[in-house]
């Protein structure tokens, strides 16, 4: 892949940017008169974290012409992001409330983001083949299928018109039931649509069972996650690589975590991470996608990749807001000494 040099990939984002809104420390939503900002979104932070990292990182997406949108513009560019492919109309912004948890009480999110200037830009409003122009990749998430049909047909429009190109194609399965509300009958078709399209897929077991109407019911994580990728190679074969992460829970502040990704060839997991008094979780699964992307956009050997992207995961924890801020050599430092405290 002559492309990967460490000039970095071409890679386009498409999704929808929120602005959060969280208390301040461990407190519930206003205990006191005040409120946290900060923006994110599904592929927003992989789009950041990969202009952090040293790619050319396009975000295609649709926001309120206001000083919203535009201070959720300037937090992109901040990181690097080229935010050319954003369109500007009258309406409003997505918000989210997260509540986090502490202790033995769960974090809760409550979505604002109902006919959103993005959840109301049609498919014919993106110029797909001139934003899509020098791209290697696309990336995007099934938040999109959620949040209705418009946003649903527009994610089916990238993906065919990345297909048209040439282009690989990433997707995150990202399921949110709350989101997906009474669409949940579409869900399976939806994805699938997207999926069968896909070289890269972030899912698990429960994932891919709910797209394929199965099961894998092994007690075992890995075994469950091994039947599942057996699955989808089997069902769609432009896939090439499926990975996940796993969660453990001890409490809302303590965690384990550990990564896994199958191949045609084999089937590989990372060590279990233990996570400690973590800081914010949120965008956890992003910094993993960005961490997988980076390593094979950089030609890593697939154990290498793959244990890049939990490092990445794992240090998200430690960072407010919703996107990994940190650079390659933070990850490389931190796998070097291995100095998480690794369960054995």
């Not at 940017?17 to 407190?27: D, F, I, K, T």
């Not at 418009?150 to 399921?175: E, K, P, Q, W």
């Amino acid at each position: 892949m002559h492309h990967t040099s460490q000039a970095g990939i071409h890679i386009v984002l498409f999704g929808e940017l929120l602005m959060r809104l969280s208390p301040p420390a461990n407190e519930l939503p206003l205990q006191s008169p005040r409120f946290n900002v900060h923006f994110g979104g599904a592929e927003a932070n992989v789009a950041a974290s990969l202009a952090i990292l040293g790619h050319r990182s396009v975000m295609v997406s649709a926001l309120p012409d206001n000083m919203l949108g535009r201070t959720c513009e300037g937090e992109l560019r901040k990181h690097g992001v080229d935010t050319g492919g954003i369109r500007y109309a009258e309406g409003r912004m997505g918000v989210y409330y997260l509540a986090p948890g502490a202790m033995h009480r769960p974090s809760e999110v409550l979505y604002d983001r109902a006919d959103s200037v993005f959840a109301r830009t049609p498919a014919g409003a993106y110029d797909w083949p001139r934003l899509l122009d020098g791209a290697q990749w696309l990336h995007l998430s099934g938040i999109n299928l959620a949040l209705g049909e418009i946003t649903a047909n527009a994610a089916l429009a990238a993906v065919h018109a990345a297909r048209d190109a040439g282009m690989s194609i990433s997707f995150d399965c990202n399921y949110r039931s709350r989101l997906w509300g009474e669409r949940a009958s579409q869900a399976p078709a939806l994805l699938r649509e997207i999926v069968s399209e896909a070289d890269l897929l972030f899912g698990n077991d429960r994932d891919v069972a709910l797209i394929l109407g199965t099961a894998c019911a092994q007690a075992d994580a890995g075994d469950r996650f091994r039947a599942a990728a057996d699955a989808a190679f089997a069902a769609w074969p432009r896939l090439r690589r499926i990975a996940a992460t796993e969660r453990l829970h001890r409490n809302v502040d303590d965690q384990d975590l550990f990564g896994l990704m199958a191949t045609r060839e084999h089937v590989l997991i990372t060590v279990t991470h233990r996570l400690d008094h973590v800081v914010d979780r949120i965008g956890g699964g992003d910094a993993f996608a960005a961490g997988l992307l980076h390593g094979l956009f950089r030609g890593m050997p697939d154990q290498a990749m793959l244990d890049f992207a939990i490092t990445a995961a794992c240090l998200k924890h430690s960072i407010p807001g919703d996107v990994n801020l940190l650079r390659e050599a933070d990850m490389l430092a931190f796998l070097a000494q291995g100095s998480f405290e690794v369960k054995r």
